[in-house]
């Protein structure tokens, strides 16, 4: 009798065992799907995939105790070596890839040259980022779309590509292979890379055909939100973050939003600022002025804030890394998810002077790598840190 009474219970307990882990699981699901809803309501693309709400939600929550390092075209440019297999001055110095892999739609769209460049290890890059559990980023130097002629070619463009201009079905044209290797850019399950897309970057310059010199603010407006608008709904792209990068000409909010599409069309508010790092520009005061006014901006709309590029070439400061970027990174009105660096030469190699400060800067508690990341592709309410 106590044997039979003893299996009814055992049943018993499991069959609730069993129902206990079924409403957990559930109420996970649940929980999961309107955080996510919730994220969603924030971003420009109320579509995105998961894997990019995800990853725009892992960012949010990594800004507040941490910033993630990154550099352009770090497995295609290093010291004495171009386009090697698995190579990385970052890795060869410190054991990890940047946290972020930049890299660039340069060669994709060149709308009147008729040679084909093949950028098949672009896409193979951008695999082997996402399989480690890595980050991607792409800016665009946009060929001129009128001469075809290089980025720096200014001759009068956009108020040519806008709708009604001589040149928009061109313009259309390149939006469309990009829209085209953002469909194909999927993981091992099918699942769609998220892509952080960085467009007109550095537009309050004039070395870009972009740049305030050559276009009105509202013809710049207008040709961010065509982009935007043109990806998401025509072309039906739905792994892309987007990404607002001046320069560093600003000193208000006011200055940084002249030339600001609006909170619907960007999801990152970024700078790219390398001038205030030289002798000639605003020092760490500067920098940390206008990290502080996109930090502010970002956590006032909901947003992500970024340092989108910088760096100091040749790093003949050899603390650079310690004493400049990561003082601007830790001061208390400064919250950037991400910084990325240049590509080649703004790194140190093996045998640099700046090599023991890198590593330093790597080791610090506050900056990660991309083998430290969490799953960024997940949307856990705890993050798995792997900083050591």
């Not at 009814?8 to 559930?26: D, E």
């Not at 890595?134 to 009128?146: A, D, K, L, R, T």
């Not at 935007?228 to 973050?241: E, K, P």
């Not at 508690?365 to 840190?385: A, C, G, R």
């Amino acid at each position: 009798m106590k044997k039979y009474i003893t299996i009814i219970m055992f049943r018993k307990i499991l069959v609730f065992s069993v129902f206990s882990a079924i409403v957990l699981i559930n109420d996970q699901c649940y929980s999961q799907s309107k955080i996510s809803a919730q994220v969603r309501k924030n971003l420009v693309d109320k579509n995105a995939s998961a894997q990019t709400v995800a990853l725009y939600y892992n960012l949010k929550a990594i800004a507040r105790n941490y910033t993630i390092f990154g550099q352009q075209d770090y497995a295609s440019d290093g010291k004495g070596w171009k386009n090697l297999e698995n190579r990385c001055d970052v890795k060869d110095v410190c054991g990890s890839y940047p946290a972020i892999n930049c890299l660039d739609f340069l060669h994709f769209t060149n709308p009147v040259t008729s040679e084909k460049k093949d950028n098949s290890y672009l896409t193979r890059l951008m695999h082997q980022t996402y399989d480690r559990g890595g980050i991607i980023s792409f800016c665009w130097h946009y060929y001129n779309p009128v001469t075809g002629g290089l980025f720096y070619d200014t001759t009068e463009v956009v108020k040519n590509i806008l709708p009604g201009g001589s040149h928009h079905e061109v313009f259309k044209k390149s939006l469309k292979i990009i829209a085209n290797f953002a469909h194909n850019a999927k993981g091992k399950n099918g699942e769609l890379i998220p892509i952080i897309f960085r467009p007109w970057h550095e537009f309050d310059g004039n070395w870009f055909w972009w740049g305030k010199s050559h276009c009105t603010a509202q013809e710049f407006k207008e040709l961010y939100r065509f982009t935007v608008i043109y990806l998401r709904d025509s072309l039906h792209v739905h792994n892309f973050l987007y990404a607002f990068s001046p320069d560093c000409k600003f000193h208000s909010e006011a200055d940084y939003l002249k030339r600001y599409p609006g909170d619907d069309y960007v999801d990152i508010l970024g700078m790219d600022n390398y001038w205030d790092f030289t002798p000639n520009g605003e020092g760490l005061k500067g920098v940390i002025l206008k990290a502080g006014i996109i930090t502010k901006y970002a956590q006032k709309k909901n947003k992500l804030a970024a340092l989108t590029e910088t760096g100091l070439a040749n790093l003949p400061d050899t603390t650079w890394y310690t004493e400049r970027l990561l003082k601007v990174l830790k001061d208390k009105n400064v919250r950037l998810a991400y910084v990325n660096v240049w590509r080649g030469e703004y790194v140190p190699y093996p045998g640099h002077p700046a090599c023991k400060d890198f590593i330093k800067f790597r080791n610090d508690p506050v900056i990660l790598f991309e083998s430290d990341l969490p799953d960024m592709y997940l949307m856990n309410k705890k993050l798995n840190i792997k900083k050591n």
